[in-house]
Every structure is written in structure tokens, then in C-alpha cells.
């Protein structure tokens, strides 16, 4: 589970293992990450003896950003607890070529492309996908994801396991990618106090996360009847799955990317972001409604930090594509097809939307059929929603509790 410390001389510090990641509670976790926030603010901003000459600490404010966002999501990664650091270009295409071939060429290509980022999201970020990336690379996946949470809470594990793994999502993005896919209650006050310093306070708590050891988790909200909470619950299958699988196959979470892929896919992304005709169609996926005015939900995210809320804006931009081509119920043809006309479901997607689904999303699934899994999709969600409807009539979850 711990990633390999990689210095810039070339030698490989290995520190010795400690007991970590299974047998440690998701409180002690957050215990440990509200630790090194607290470290953080006695600490100076001189590097450290020994530090490798490309790697500088971060600004602290990306580092407590870092942080903040792991104690969010509930984990704190062990490459996060030592504070954050900057990654120059130049250091960035040397972890690349050490870990895979590259021609010269290729490598000047990485480099425009590292200072592009970094230019762009702040130098934290290449070192963050740098970590992120080896941290991926060593993180143990099981063949299938775990369920946890469901049955605990009578909830018909079994559609929900159909629903994930009898191929409604492209091949590579769940089997061998997701760890675990779990219910929980957010009701952790650090959890919601992290979210809300990230991402701003004009987004609600986030009914799913993706951790960056690929684990889902659908959250029934703090204070929510029974009812409220498996209406959402519901509600999640149709819009915020696809987008969760969205975020456990991006740059910074799946499993099995090359580095200098992780980076141009990041490029890539970006470069949708700057087509701003984007936002009005992910309003639409997300409300069924739009005035055309509205901002998209990703445009809502509010950090301080003008690079970091540039990057995660990035980040949800992407999820939401990747769900509104599942969602759209439409053959590549059709994705590719004519007419985005308010309140059809014509969309035209741009060559670079289409480059960052079939290149990233589909690299394990060229033939991938969006509208077989669709079908699919739907009819496991039918059979959940039965059973949860026939639920909550049983056990009169109607009834508002207090
Ligand atoms: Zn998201």
C-alpha cells in the first residue's frame, strides 16, 4: 500500500513499512491527516536536509488544500502525511523516463506539456500526479470490488453488485480498478468541515466520493429520514455512479496508466474545459432543466486558490463527461450526432471530448457499447428500486422521523 519514495539522485529511499491502510480505523486515518494539518502550521517553508533538488515544499495552502481534500473523502494517502510538495517540468520528466521509455522527442513533448500544468494548476499538482501515479501503480486491487455497507443496512446488495459489474461501465474502469463500493453516513464533522474549506460553500455535501484508493462511497446525508436517504439513494444509480467511475478512472486514480499518460489525459481534460460551450449541456444532465444561464455544478467550486480551483473544476468537469456519455443512452454515433437543441437529447460532442472519452475512459474497451450498457444500467437500477420501493413501504419509511 505505501508508495516507494523516489529522490532525484536516482536512489530509491525505501522507509521501513509501518502497519498502515488495513487494521487502522477511517477515525484514526483522519486522526493521523488533522495531525499533520496541525504539524503543518509549525512548520517553516525551508526544504528539508536532504530533499531532492527538483522537489520544493508546497505552498501551504495547496498543502493544507491536499490534506483537506483527503480528510473529505476519508483517507489520508501516506504520501500526503510529510506535507505537500512542487514538482518542477524538468523533475516531472525524469520520475517519466525512469519509469518508462521515452525518446528525446517524446521526453520535449512531456516537457511542454509539464509546464503547461504546471503553468496552469500550480507545480504542486505535477507532484501530486506524480505521487498519485506511484501510489496507483502499488495499490492492491481485488479482481472484483467489495461491498460493504448495504446489507448492513438492508439494502439488496446483490442489484447493486449487478449493477457495477455486469457491464454497464467500460472493461478496466470498475473490474480491477475499484476497490470497494460502500455505504456510509456523513456525519464526520471533519469530513464535511474538509469538504466545504476545498470546494467553497456554495456546493452541498457530496452524496458519493472516490477515494484515491479507488473506494466509492454513497453517503446518506447528515440528518436525513430513511426515506430521504434511500430516495437519494436511488436517485445516486442513475447520475452519480457514472460520475464516481469517472473520477476512480481519471488521472489520479486508475490503476495501470503510464505517467506521461496520466499527464497528457490531465492536458486533455483541460483542454475540453477551455471549450466553454461545455457547462450549459452539464446543467442539463444534471437538472434536466436549463435556462442556459445557470452555471454547471462544477463551475460552483470556490477555493482561494486560483490554480487549485481551476484544477478541480478540471477534475468534476471530466466526471460529469464521462457520465453524461453513459447517461445519454446513445451509440458513438449518436454521441458524435447532430443537434444540441435545449431539451433534446441530440449533443455534439467536440473531437476533444471524444479524444478524452475513447483514449482515457475506453483504453481498455475500444468496442466498448455505450447503449448495451446502458440497457444493462437500467435494467439492474429497475430491480434495485423495486426492491428498495418494497422496502420502504414495509418498514413505513414514510413517516418522518426525527
Ligand atoms: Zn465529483
Do not use: C
Not at 477555493?303 to 457520465?323: G, H, I, W
Amino acid at each position: 500500500m505505501r508508495p516507494e519514495r523516489y529522490s532525484l539522485t536516482g536512489a530509491e529511499e525505501k522507509k521501513p513499512e509501518k502497519k498502515q491502510g488495513a487494521g487502522i480505523s477511517r477515525r484514526e486515518f483522519l486522526a493521523a491527516g488533522l495531525g499533520a494539518l496541525a504539524a503543518l502550521s509549525q512548520r517553516g517553508d525551508k526544504p528539508s536536509r536532504g530533499e531532492a533538488p527538483l522537489e520544493q515544499p508546497a505552498d501551504r495552502e495547496f498543502t493544507e488544500n491536499f490534506l483537506l481534500l483527503s480528510i473529505s473523502r476519508g483517507e489520508t494517502p501516506s504520501f500526503l502525511r510529510e506535507g505537500a510538495k512542487k514538482l518542477t517540468p524538468e523533475g516531472f520528466v525524469w520520475h517519466a523516463a525512469n519509469a518508462e521509455p521515452l525518446s528525446e522527442s517524446r521526453k520535449a513533448e512531456l516537457l511542454d506539456t509539464a509546464k503547461t500544468v504546471s503553468a496552469e494548476f500550480g507545480a504542486e499538482i505535477l507532484w501530486y500526479l506524480k505521487e498519485a501515479h506511484f501510489f496507483a501503480e502499488k495499490k492492491a486491487i481485488p479482481p472484483q470490488p467489495r461491498f460493504s455497507g448495504w446489507a448492513e443496512n438492508d439494502l439488496p446488495v446483490d442489484d447493486i453488485k449487478d449493477f457495477f459489474t455486469k457491464g454497464g461501465f467500460p472493461r478496466g474502469t470498475i473490474m480491477g480498478n475499484v476497490a470497494g463500493i460502500r455505504y456510509d453516513t456523513f456525519t464526520d464533522p471533519n469530513m464535511q468541515e474538509g469538504y466545504r474549506r476545498v470546494y467553497g460553500e456554495n456546493r452541498s455535501l457530496p452524496s458519493a466520493t472516490a477515494s484515491l484508493e479507488n473506494r466509492l462511497t454513497f453517503y446518506r446525508q447528515p440528518n436525513s429520514t430513511q426515506f430521504e436517504a434511500v430516495s437519494e439513494l436511488v436517485h445516486s444509480f442513475r447520475r452519480t455512479a457514472p460520475h464516481e467511475v469517472g473520477h476512480a478512472s481519471s488521472w489520479m486514480n486508475r490503476k495501470g496508466m503510464k505517467l506521461s499518460d496520466r499527464l497528457a489525459f490531465l492536458k486533455d481534460a483541460l483542454a475540453v474545459y477551455e471549450e466553454k460551450e461545455r457547462s450549459k449541456v452539464l446543467v442539463w444532465l444534471r437538472t434536466r432543466h436549463s435556462t442556459g444561464d445557470e452555471p454547471a455544478d462544477y463551475e460552483k467550486i470556490q477555493n482561494p486558490n486560483a490554480k487549485l480551483q481551476k484544477y478541480l473544476q478540471v477534475e468534476e468537469m471530466t466526471a460529469d463527461l464521462f457520465a453524461l456519455y453513459l447517461d445519454m443512452n446513445m451509440p458513438p454515433v449518436k454521441f458524435a450526432g447532430a443537434g444540441q437543441e435545449k431539451g433534446t437529447f441530440g449533443y455534439n460532442a467536440t473531437d476533444k471530448e471524444k479524444n478524452l472519452i475513447h483514449r482515457y475512459f475506453l483504453k481498455d474497451d475500444p468496442n466498448f457499447d455505450p447503449q448495451k450498457a446502458w440497457t444493462i444500467r437500467h435494467d439492474t437500477e429497475y430491480n434495485f428500486r423495486r426492491k428498495m420501493n418494497a422496502l420502504v413501504k414495509r418498514k413505513n419509511w414514510f413517516v418522518l422521523e426525527h
